[in-house]
């Protein structure tokens, strides 16, 4: 992530974060409970797809104990880490063992074009593995699947049928059903919920097929 010079002296323990929100978890297997979003400023990659662009500049520098006391005063258990990519920042790293110090349950949305060898053993690690048709398929670093726990997730956002095949391909490849937790997702008005049901019910995948609860909801409205 580009840094203003002026932002040069920002403290060690600060991170430039988009928003903090309260909302209900739309993804993963924590789908449904209400959860604090901490949302960090600043992405490498830049998915054909993605829906959170403005979170790649701009933010505000934040104090990690502030963050911390905010998702407490927010009063719920569940906390997920998002970005942009959050591990772009290093700091994302004593943020998310600061929040399970805290008592929260804590979970982290990365892209799986960055390591999580160094993310702290109790957080849950959602890995978004990029398709062909998001533009970044060749981000992806491999060497992060042999890291993950089974309650870890594996995500796949897939736009059509060639990044279908290439999800299920990767999926038996690396065994992943069998180690974690898979999860495949239609990119919203490029395919449809139902094809994607359709084409894994006929292959018998055990994988669990997701629809983005938040955007059923409400929407693409900022900050739910």
Known sequence: MAVHPKDALAPTERLKVSEVFLSVQGEADTVGWSTVFIRLTGCPLRCRWCDTAYAFHGGTWRDIAGLVEET????????????????????????LSRLCEAGFAVSLETSGALSVTAVDPRVQRVVDLKAPGSGEATRNDW?????????????????????????????????????????????????????????????????????????LLWGNEPGR
Not at 77 to 93: S, W, Y
């Open 72 to 95: 407490r005063a927010l009063g719920v258990r569940h906390v997920c880490v998002t970005g942009g990519e959050p591990l772009a920042q290093d700091n994302c790293l004593t943020l």
């Open 143 to 215: 060497t992060n699947l042999a890291h993950l726990r089974p309650t870890d997730c594996v995500k796949f956002v897939l736009a059509d049928r060639a990044d279908y095949e290439w999800a299920r391909a990767v999926t038996r490849e690396h065994d992943l059903t069998r180690r974690v937790q898979v999860l495949y997702s239609p990119v919203a008005g490029e395919l449809t919920p139902r094809e994607l049901a359709e084409w894994i019910l006929d292959d018998r995948l055990a994988v669990r097929f997701q629809l983005q609860l938040h955007k």
